[in-house]
């Protein structure tokens, strides 16, 4: 039945955000209602439609009519949880608010994911995907993967699906603290807001860079003229194969990118003196510009199928195919870990698609259930609303954190897996990070030390220790023995070896939820290859969906036209403001959430399975999932300004608007708005949808022209006012807007900390808002700050720590 059996959520959700936040749910046996409106879903357009719905039920109920408001009202008195996706206020005024469904049932947890969230100066605008890229710098940051001056439209949907995960999080944290309390509350989050949980540290060199300008640059990947300006284009490779396939190498270490040039016959660079300290090059341009290309020229020399035989035969060598659609499905790696299933749909037929986006040992998804036709289920739900109800009693209500008293413990490195614990250190989880002796990797992974750590290391108690002593890894087992959720992220078999993997560390705490979240796997063809935010981002179909018809595959490119894909490439793939590293946290976050929450239920302690891979197809359904007859995905085309005519970027007087105007009552709006300028109400081939979609670059060309007649900023205030999604595209860094106080302050996305060595300064507040139970924002930690406090909690003196740290074991 799952863990979530005898769980009913109503998703009163008409997009993906709120479709794929009662996802999980529904997999692991939650009775999921989609609340549809007359027509259906507008997810029910999209080929991800039987992914993003399987095992719900559906009912067609019209919310302008007070009979069926009626009968959502008696439906939420047996509801565990309601999912809503409105801008702020626009459920209060129909009487279907958190304050009129809490007061009958006390037990509700009611979930809110809006555009911009319910405070500052853009509470009131839609939330969709474009529209909070546009307005939040999104495009800005990926404007290197354009060819043209013009932001382009980010086609992959970090915004939503980070919301998607934010409110799932959200969920789970409030039924967890529910069955303490006995009471449910309103949980709250945005698009804007959960976006910026993907920044991996440009947060930080923003305001590093703000602060001590004389200290510290960040350096572009290119220069002015295109040429490499940092070593990371050369180990982080981007190159054509002899048949025209993109490959996305995943060479960091020293060691790899050792074995990289050797792969390509480079290796006598080494010890040649004309190319001295390769592959930095410090101040030698040319020089890196003549490497890159010698680099990218071997590598054109072997075909695809000869460079998979050098990946399977050594494992230091290892580069992911860029794969688009639904390709991305057939990974090796994510049917090996069971990850592609195949489910019968009651009318489209069998449909490829991702599985649950955790793997449970004991208590696995139920992927046997379709897709619910429309209204399907109407007969039985309207049943369920007349019955009687016993709801919830109301207990003790609590503000405490919702994780207060929860402890895990960290085995992991970077950013993927470490940032998923981050995120629930904001929840009230003590988060125990073990650090080598020198620190994270990550700390020193900018040229500023410890700049690329300081987000990931938010809220933690660090214990710095090195794992290669004996008692090194007995101190760790003492911990694992009472941690409530163990987290590792490393290559398969290195937990093994340390007596730190599930089979070892529950024998000591059977009732430990432990998250496996490695980049590809625990075995399998792929469990021991390097996985990097470029290369997961390759394989689940990041950059190709971003960069559209930009980018040729064609064994025929000139080197010019290799470099300039290649340069787009790595920008589409990831910047440091998103990636797949940020989807892969997410991921993280949501298994660990799901572990304890499950384990509330009854499932007990248990092995799970978070992988970057998957949670990167999740993210990436709807380009992924296709079958006989399925609708087509629009796509960002060759000008990468929008996806139609009205869901597009315009050139404005100065500057540029995005505009989202997606539905029948968005066109008659903008067509009275611009009636000044343009006759689009009486202009017969704009008549209805259908006749848009005909005339789509007759379309374009009209608003193109209109636009330009004012300037961005104009339009943003008249179409906002007049309702209609329209804004100013930001084209500044991300940071500067949200270092804006009217912006970022007044909306509540920052707040203010000390650091140990930033002292003060302002940090991405906590995703997520409660009605009742509080959060909080912590700053960073240095390595080993809590290894004393650590070790005295395990019942160690001051003179056994002192002699630990003397030798070595303990920093």
Known sequence: MGPFAGLRVIDLSPNRVGAQTSQLFADFGADVIMVEPPGGSVNRR?????????GKRSIVLDLGEQADRDTLKSLALHADVLI?????????????????LSAENPGLIYTSITGFGRQGPYRDVPGYDGLVMAKIGGFHAFQRMSPYDAPPLVNVPFASFAASQVATQGILAALIERGRSGRGQWVETN???????LDTWAWFEYLIADRWPDAFTKTAPYDDEGRPASPLTFMLLVALTKDGSWL?????????YAALMKSLGLAWMFTDDEWKGLPVLEGQPEKRQEL??????????KTLAEWNEIFDTDPNVFAEQFRNGPVALEHPQLIHDGFTVDIEDSERGVVRQPAAIVKAANSPADLTRSAPKLDEHRADILALAASPVEPLAGGQASDDLPLAGVTI????????????????????????KVEPIAGDRIRMILPFPEAGGFKVMQGKHSISIDLTTPEGVAIIQQVASTADVVVQGYRAGAMAKLGLDYRSVKVANPDVVYVNAPGYGVDGPYGTKPAYAPSIGAASGIPLANVGATVEERADLSMEQIQDAARRLSAASASANAQADGFAALGVATAILFGLAARDRGAGGQELFSSMLNTGCHAMSAQAITYPGAPREPSPGIELRGLGSLYRVYDAADGYVFLGAHTDSDWARLADALAPFADLAGDARFADSASRNANTSALIQVLSGVFTQRTAAEWEADLLARKIACVEVTTDLIETKLFDEPFGRASGYVADVVHPILDEHIRLAPYIRFSRSQTQALAGVVNGQHTDEILAELGNTAEQIADLRERGVVA
């Open 292 to 301: 890159w290309t010698r680099m990218l020229e071997a590598a054109r020399e």
């Open 248 to 256: 996305q190498f995943a060479s960091v270490a020293p060691h790899l």
């Open 84 to 100: 809503e996706t409105n801008r702020p206020d626009h459920l209060d005024r129909l009487g279907l608010g958190y304050d009129d």
């Open 46 to 54: 999209h080929a991800a439609f039987p992914f993003w719905c399987r």
């Open 191 to 197: 698009l804007a807001q959960a976006f910026t949980t």
């Open 409 to 432: 413990l960290e085995l992991a490195t970077l950013f993927a897996a470490p940032h998923g614990t981050t995120m629930l250190t904001d929840l009230g989880a003590r988060v125990i």
